[in-house]
């Protein structure tokens, strides 16, 4: 389990954009269900702002959603305990550490508390990230999925300072 590539780049190279977090909120089934997912995830604005308070970021590629979600929290991790206390994933994907996530029993009430606030971590996606302009940035492969058959590339960010 591990990444196909795993490329350093410059923060300012990492693209936010509106039309990203829109796309959460109207193409995917899992919008606001989750924690970590719009409307509860950092705005492009706030993930901008953020991303211009680091200086390194280590975008991570795999085949598999699960394996780049785990290495990008483990990477976090370790770096967090080096001394990088600024250390932060971004992941890919809705959270899939819970069965449910607790937002998502509560349907229009106020959220509660995560359940897995050490691991869980907002996905690039739901924060503004534009993954793909990112990607190919840094000639990393990424195409949309056009059928079941094609392959797919998934992504996590870590920051660390």
């Keep these: 389990m591990g990444a196909s590539d795993a490329v350093i780049v410059s923060p300012q190279q990492v693209f936010t954009a509106t ?3 829109l796309r959460c909120q109207y193409g995917c089934s899992e919008y606001g269900q989750c924690l970590t997912c719009p409307p509860h995830s950092p705005t492009p604005e706030t993930t901008r702002r953020m991303l211009d308070e ?22 976090e991790r370790t770096a967090f305990l080096a001394g990088y206390y600024k250390a932060f994933a971004f992941l890919c994907g809705p959270c899939d550490l819970c069965r449910t996530c607790v937002d998502g029993q509560r349907k229009g009430r106020p959220a509660v508390a995560c359940q897995n606030p050490d691991l869980a971590r907002p996905a690039m996606e739901a ?27 998934y992504y996590a960010l870590v920051l660390v300072e």
């Design 19 to 21: 039309w990203v977090r």
């Design 54 to 75: 680091y200086r390194t970021a280590i975008l991570l590629h795999a085949s598999d959603g699960k394996s780049v979600r785990e290495l990008g929290q483990r990477l």
């Design 127 to 153: 924060a503004g990230i534009d993954v793909f302009a990112t990607a190919r940035a840094a000639r990393l492969p990424i195409e949309v999925v056009r059928s079941e058959q094609c392959p797919q590339n």
